[in-house]
């Protein structure tokens, strides 16, 4: 009888682990991560089984004496095996973007998952199920105050113009007006095409109205191509 009630306790320590991997997975899910709802309900549960496993294997050979053996019991080894693996997959998860490097939210919710499974395996409920709560407030709260914090964005402005057109000048006192601050321009005169080409690197806030400035520049004589692109962080 106490065999089956220790063993209904640890089912339902996997049942839990799953259901917290779940439960963080689902938003990872919703917002179109790689590693959504599945990825995490397995980090979570296998997580716990480990713990569960090292807990076992202490309590297996705890009457074995230490002094005369050559058996070294640690119960914290396998679980630090499982967090260092989660390294890995986290890394897989982070994809480097020109000029951003995006998944870095993901990567960590992964490697708190795993802590979350261990501690559930250890039984340590309330701090796993605290810990759950607290997560679910900074990815889905954080998220909404995100758009109204002040942030700087790098930004590649290409603009090409008749040979003969050289509006530099007027480009920049038209950026510099309008709060952009100019890292540096770089000069591409075409004598084929007789274009001249300026590519200007620019950081600004997240709120600069591009559709006007778009606007402007076409309006400028001699104007044949605007293209802008995110550009990698100084």
Known sequence: MWICTELSCELLKLVIAALMGGIIGFEREVHGQAAGLRTNVLVCTG?????????????????????????????????????????????????????????????????????????????????????????????????????????????????????????????????????FIINFINYYLDHQTQTLTYKLRLQSKMDIPWGHVVRHFQDLAGCRQISWEEATVP
């Open 47 to 179: 997580a716990c089984l480990l713990m569960m496993l090292s807990l076992y294997i202490a309590v297996l050979y705890r009457d074995v004496p230490m002094a005369d053996s050559v058996i070294r019991l640690d119960p914290a080894r396998i679980a630090s095996y499982a967090i260092a693996s989660m390294g890995f997959l986290g890394a897989g998860a982070i994809i480097s973007g020109k000029g951003t490097v995006k998944g870095l939210t993901t990567a960590a919710s992964i490697w708190l998952v795993t802590g979350i499974g261990l501690a559930i395996g250890a039984g340590f409920l309330l701090p796993a199920l605290t810990c759950v709560v607290l997560s679910l407030l900074v990815l889905y709260g954080f998220r909404k105050i995100k758009k109204y914090l002040p942030r700087d964005e790098h930004t590649l402005l290409t603009l090409v113009f008749d040979q003969d057109q050289v509006h530099l000048e007027t480009v920049k006192s038209y950026l510099e007006a309008h709060h």
